[in-house]
């Protein structure tokens, strides 16, 4: 479907006029801490359809359910440990999703056929007015088209999704910038799916922590994967991006040693200045990097990059989400010098 796309604000009468899309059946680009998503009933399944359709998103990837309350997790999931009420207790709202076994009021669309479902509390206020305002909690994956970089403004929305959907709450820059944790429960452990802002580190002072290896490592065809995000090609620019992995000295004199058309480097900010060949720097901390990866991968775009080196994050803290978003828009491709 054509839809004229309206750009609106959180005023209270535009936060209205977006839960009455959700109301219809309808979707909203909503804002989160995170990143963007694209929001509709996550109890109605043509409308969860609809988002699928406006991604091209493959149907075998679940959809994290958006709730607003904490004691919402019993409205859509069941047998809850403990576990996940200390830590819903400590980081809720907030980015951290957690996998638990789903009730049958979420739509099997909703859950790409799983019997689990990824829930959130979103700490964003536009987020959490929409959501409370509609009575309903939203399944959102991030609002960009599927295998792009996820959008981190109104305007990377309105990019991707003009015509798509009937609205887009413009709520500004999301402060965390990459996608929140994804994790499961082991017993007493918590499996990390998918880092995210919420580190492994503040993790493991509640809980043993296991880090997927598929967080660092590609799939094999075929292989079975515990979250179905992790076999897809994420995040990518058109441009092929090479994550380059050795000492700012070395990246520095690599990058240097480069040319040519359509040929940028992606440093960290205290490199900028030593870098003879075009570039966007993405930060220094591993936070600012979260902040402005998915940003500065949109510019190549742009920009009609056709090669970027990026120099290789820290993979400690936030960092190793980071590092992942990086290593999927690279396609795996590692060059250490
Ligand atoms: O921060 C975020 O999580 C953003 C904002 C909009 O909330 N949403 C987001 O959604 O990143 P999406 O759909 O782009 O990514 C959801 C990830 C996918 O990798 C999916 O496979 C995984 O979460 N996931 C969702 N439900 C799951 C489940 N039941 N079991 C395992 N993985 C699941
Ligand atoms: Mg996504």
Known sequence: MQFETKLLSSSDADIKEAAEIILKGGIVGMP?????????DAENADAVAE???????PQDNPLIVHIGDIADFEKYAKNVPDMAYKLAEKFCPGPLTMVLPKRDRIPDVTSAGLDTVGIRMPSHKAALALIRTSGKAVAAPSANLSGSPSPTTADHVMNDMRGRIP?????????VGV???VISFEGNAVRILRPGFISAEELSEFAEVIIDRHITEAAECGE???????????????ANVTIIEGSGTDYINFVNSQGG????????????KFCKIP????????????????AALRKFDELGAKQVYARCPSKEGVGLAVYNRLLRAAGFEIKVI
């Open 167 to 175: 609205a887009i709450i413009d709520g500004g820059s999301c402060p």
């Open 224 to 238: 079975r994967v515990l979250s179905p995000g992790m076999k897809y090609k994420h995040y990518s620019p058109k």
């Open 51 to 57: 988002i699928f359709r406006a991604k091209g998103r």
């Open 179 to 181: 996608e929140s944790t």
């Open 261 to 272: 058309e359509g040929v940028y480097a992606m440093p960290f900010d205290c490199d900028e």
């Open 279 to 294: 570039c966007i720097p993405y930060g220094d901390s591993s936070e600012e990097q979260a902040a402005r990866l998915f």
């Open 32 to 40: 989160t801490e995170t990143v963007y998503g694209l929001a509709a």
